[in-house]
């Protein structure tokens, strides 16, 4: 059964069933009309020193007088085709086009204006003679359009929302008393067919217009920071805005997304311009100006500064950068379509296209961009033209590592553009940048077994930063203290000495780095050598890799979380009883996380899957442990991870494992005997907690 909704002529209740109001004889819809765009006139009638009336009147001599006159206002606004859309307590609104389209709609809310008028004296009368008082109406009209329809679920019936509704209230607040105030809209339609006064200037500008400038949501400091004596009060009782936050700080919000839209457009670009960019300098002058730098840009957009909202977007994705890649990427695509559409002769136009191209590529393996090659290539141009091999050598150590860590470290691209990024760090000759970048070719070299050249590297790296564990924060949170972790483990793996101290250096210093960060480092320094039984998962492993996923997951990048989970689940995998499950259970959620859509780091995934096999070989899973290790081995084998098979250079072995009878997950390297603990010599015994040879 459909529901019957209120007259939309007099706001009265119709019986069930009914065609046709009882109070008014207009007709009943029985389904709400959908919202749509009208052009109409809109009549505010109110009346004057109200309060001063009910401070006079009792209250049911009050009630029963407007009554009376929202009773005789309402039936001239019928008598002109008009809908009345609301009785405020002391007034009344109603539009003229909505719902029925009216050409002449202003004509006749002028007719209504001056009916309304009339009849309100001949009823002032009346009560100055019985109560001996004064009553006046003032009524404003404003033309231009509006959304009309039921909006939202309220029963307060048919209604209009819009600038020109605002606009006609206040046509209403600075009519003269008994009179009628028209706005320029209005008066433009019918100057041909009323007899108008004198055109009078007057400030109509107020919290109306500066509301949808702010936003779908916006609190009161915001809105005083664009005009005086701020007050919504008005647009709350309109319907138009709910107050949503009561503390610390109030704020409001537009009840429906329309409501905003139609407000917003209706203004001037200019105006609004204006608005936006005191609105920014507001939100600047703020202490967490930063946090906010992406909401300054929107605003400085919209006032049309593209400059300053560059500006902007790049310090909103700096400060992101290691809060939310998301945010990140999402400022710097903005900044390069902002940077596209400067003028050619702009100064700088060229630096500030290649700016944000060369961040997005650089910070591209965090969030395995599918485009990546196709903007490297663009960046690749836009660098030739402008001689910046800088920012080349940044987005090129981008496209390196997301290369490697979707599996593609090991072809003789990767390993091309490693040798092409090396040249590039040589003939730029900045030590910072390369210490920067230096994390990329060094973990490809490491993957194919190139320990030679991630030695060299990493000493030059450890030169430059000169114990400076934040210098060249670029890509790696520290690039030394990877640096020192390549090196022991580079040395670990080609039998070495000093892997113990770079090793133990390199676990003290992730204590530096922010936890959500520190799992490179940790993976780097702890996984490998913990595999192969160079070093026990001891207290230290139990608790890095603790802190590191409960930051992780505090964090919100899938990048880092992965390393996180799988750092922990391979650590407690090399433990015993509860930690052992609970590492079990870290594993088989990430391998299981690997065949949706979710992405994980390819060559960790290959290592994951070796211990997950592992566990389900020792709970007597063996056809699952079988496959995983199948599945692992090969991936180890194809992308030549030379930490974990203990492979050379490519073509300096052949791939050697057998496993089906799974005799041995991962080769151990044979290491030569300088580095081991002697009992006769003490001053050789390894400071690193939990060493296995320490154990011998």
């Known amino acids: 059964m459909t529901a019957e909704v209120a007259c939309r002529t007099c706001g009265g209740e119709p019986r069930a069933g009914a065609r046709f109001c009882d109070a008014c004889g207009a007709p009943i819809a029985s389904t709400q009309p959908s919202a749509e765009y009208k052009q109409v006139t809109v009549l505010f009638a109110d009346v004057v020193r109200s309060m001063d009336i009910a401070s006079t009147l009792d209250a049911e001599r009050l009630r029963e007088l407007m009554a009376q006159m929202f009773e005789r206002s309402a039936a001239v606004v019928l008598r002109y085709g008009g809908t009345v859309s609301q009785f405020t307590g002391d007034g009344i609104m109603a539009v003229f086009g909505a719902p029925t389209t009216l050409e002449d709609h202003a004509f006749r809310a002028c007719l209504a204006a001056l009916g309304i008028q009339l009849t309100t004296r001949q ?304 003939s730029i000759g900045d030590p910072t940048l390369t210490v920067g970048l230096s994390v990329p070719p060094m973990s490809v070299w490491l993957e194919v077994g190139q320990f030679s050249p991630v030695l060299t590297m990493a000493q030059r790296v450890i030169d430059y930063a000169d114990g400076d564990l934040g210098k060249g924060r670029m890509l790696n949170i520290s690039p030394l203290t990877t640096a020192v972790a390549y090196r022991g483990l580079s040395r670990a793996l080609m039998g070495l000495p000093g892997w113990k101290d770079d090793v133990a250096a390199a676990i003290a210093a992730a204590d530096a780095i922010n936890p959500a960060m520190r799992s490179g480092v940790i993976w780097i320094a702890r996984m490998s050598p913990i595999a192969n039984g160079v070093l026990l998962p001891d207290a230290i492993a139990l608790r890095h890799t603790a802190e590191i996923l409960a930051a992780a997951e505090q964090f919100g990048d899938n990048l880092v979380l992965d390393m996180a989970r799988a750092a922990r689940g391979i650590t407690l995998s090399y433990c015993e009883g509860p930690e052992r499950e609970e590492g079990r259970r870290l594993l088989t959620d990430l391998g299981e996380a690997s065949t949706g859509a979710h992405v994980f780091f390819s060559n960790n995934l290959s290592v994951v899957k070796v211990h997950l096999a592992r566990e389900k070989a020792l709970i007597g899973d063996c056809d699952s442990a079988v496959d995983l290790a199948r599945e692992g081995l090969d991936g180890l084998f194809a992308n030549r991870q030379a930490e974990w098979t203990a492979r050379g250079p490519p073509n300096s072995s052949s791939r050697s494992y057998d496993a089906a009878p799974m005799r041995t997950f991962v080769t151990r390297k044979r290491l030569s005997t300088d580095w081991l603990p002697s009992r006769s010599n003490p001053g050789s015994y390894c400071t690193i907690s939990g060493c296995c040879a320490c154990a011998l």
């Open 123 to 426: 009823l002032a009368a009346d009560v100055q003679r019985c109560d001996g008082i004064t009553l006046q109406l003032r009524i404003g009209l404003n033309s231009g359009q509006v959304i009309a329809g039921e909006i939202g679920s309220s029963a307060a019936g048919y209604t209009t929302i819009g600038k020109q509704v605002g606009m006609a209230q206040r046509m209403e607040s600075i009519a003269p008393h008994g009179g009628v105030m028209l706005g320029e809209s209005t008066a433009r339609l019918v100057e041909n067919t009323v007899e108008l006064g004198e055109p009078e200037l007057v400030h109509v500008k107020g919290t109306a217009e500066a509301v949808p400038v702010v936003g779908m949501r916006f609190d009161a400091d915001l809105l005083s920071s664009l005009i005086d004596d701020a007050d919504v009060t008005s647009l709350i009782d309109a319907q138009l805005v709910d107050q949503v936050r009561f503390a610390p700080r109030v704020e409001y919000s537009f009840r429906h997304p329309l409501i905003r839209t139609v407000a917003y457009e209706s203004q001037l670009k200019s105006d609004r311009a204006q608005l936006h960019q005191r609105l920014a300098s507001a939100i600047e002058s703020r202490a967490s100006a930063d946090e906010n730098a992406a909401l300054i840009t929107e605003h400085l957009e919209a006032a049309g500064d593209l400059r300053a909202a560059f500006g902007w977007h790049m310090r909103a994705a700096t400060w992101s950068t290691w809060r939310s890649i998301a945010s990140a990427r999402s400022s710097w695509t903005r900044a390069q379509q902002v940077a596209d559409r400067l003028a050619d002769n702009e100064p700088d136009r060229m630096a500030m296209r290649i700016s944000p191209r060369t961040l997005l590529c650089a910070n591209a393996y965090r969030v395995f961009g599918q485009r990546l090659d196709t903007d490297f290539d663009e960046l690749r141009d836009l660098c030739a033209t402008a001689g910046d091999e800088r920012s080349l050598a940044i987005g090129m150590s981008g496209l390196l590592m997301a290369w490697q860590m979707t599996g593609r470290g090991n072809e003789t691209p990767s390993l091309n553009l490693a040798d092409e990024l090396t040249r590039l760090l040589d």
